[in-house]
């Protein structure tokens, strides 16, 4: 059953913790992306990664840090630097060249009290 | 830097009547899809388009690139209660090679109630 897989589906941790959401996909894609999505302000890129070993920040990488070692999985660290970190993230991938299209996994849920 | 402008952020319409979401690139795009999220999910890709001036369609819904590729809009007839969600379109951009390439620019999206 192919597909992208981000776990938990919610997630809760106190304020100064860092927390590593997970996200993992068996469709051999190249490109993988983090996004936020937060009430009313539409889905901002966080991260994204091309190929592995390689990723570039997106339009909110502040606080935030991303690894890309291996093809199928793009993990994001939450860190404690981020100010508001409580929101609904979303991981998505691209097949590659010449397919522009994104997959989404069902996202995880965090709240940081 | 390059933004997508989407509008109406809201739309409230009775089962039975049209609705559009319009999409609007500061820069010109290389092509545009659409993408639609229920309620609690996660987006799914509706579309894409990339010639100048194409339209597209699926059932009731119909997709247009407009001819300078700089806007689009999504149009639902007569609208059904399973249409409900928010609608994003999503402009591609291959520009040079740099932090451009292979990144999506996303609009906030247009919320679609429908009452039945």
């Known amino acids: 059953d192919g597909g992208i897989t981000q776990s938990p589906k919610y997630l809760f941790r106190k304020e100064g913790q860092n927390v590593t959401l997970s996200c993992e996909q068996n469709?051999?894609?190249?490109?993988m992306y983090w996004y936020r999505q937060d009430p009313g302000q539409g889905l901002r890129l966080i991260y994204y990664?091309?190929?592995?070993?390689?990723?570039q920040k997106g339009d909110i990488a502040e606080g935030y840090s991303v690894s890309r070692e291996k093809k199928e999985s793009f993990p994001l660290t939450v860190t404690s630097a981020q100010k508001n970190p409580t929101a609904f993230y979303l991981c998505?991938?691209?097949?590659?060249?010449?397919?522009?299209?994104?997959?989404f996994g069902p996202g995880t849920r965090l709240t940081v009290t | 830097g390059q933004q997508v402008m989407q509008i109406p952020q809201y739309q409230h319409v009775q089962e039975g009547e049209d609705f559009t979401t319009y999409c609007n690139s500061s820069?010109?795009?290389?092509?545009i899809q659409w993408y639609k999220q229920r309620p609690g999910g996660h987006p799914v890709f509706l579309i894409q388009?990339?010639?100048?001036?194409e339209v597209k369609k699926q059932k009731r819904l119909t997709f247009q690139f407009g001819e300078a590729k700089k806007n689009s809009s999504l149009h639902i007839t007569a609208t059904q209660t399973t249409d409900v969600g928010t609608y994003f379109c999503?402009?591609?951009?291959?520009?040079?090679?740099?932090?451009?390439?292979?990144?999506?620019?996303f609009g906030r999206g247009t919320q679609l109630t429908v009452w039945p």
């Open positions: 998505a991938s691209r097949p590659g060249q010449g397919s522009y299209e994104q997959y």
């Open positions: 469709l051999n894609h190249d490109a």
């Open positions: 990664s091309q190929i592995v070993n390689d990723f």
């Open positions: 820069t010109t795009l290389s092509n």
């Open positions: 388009l990339v010639k100048s001036g």
């Open positions: 999503a402009g591609f951009n291959r520009g040079s090679r740099g932090s451009t390439l292979g990144r999506l620019y």
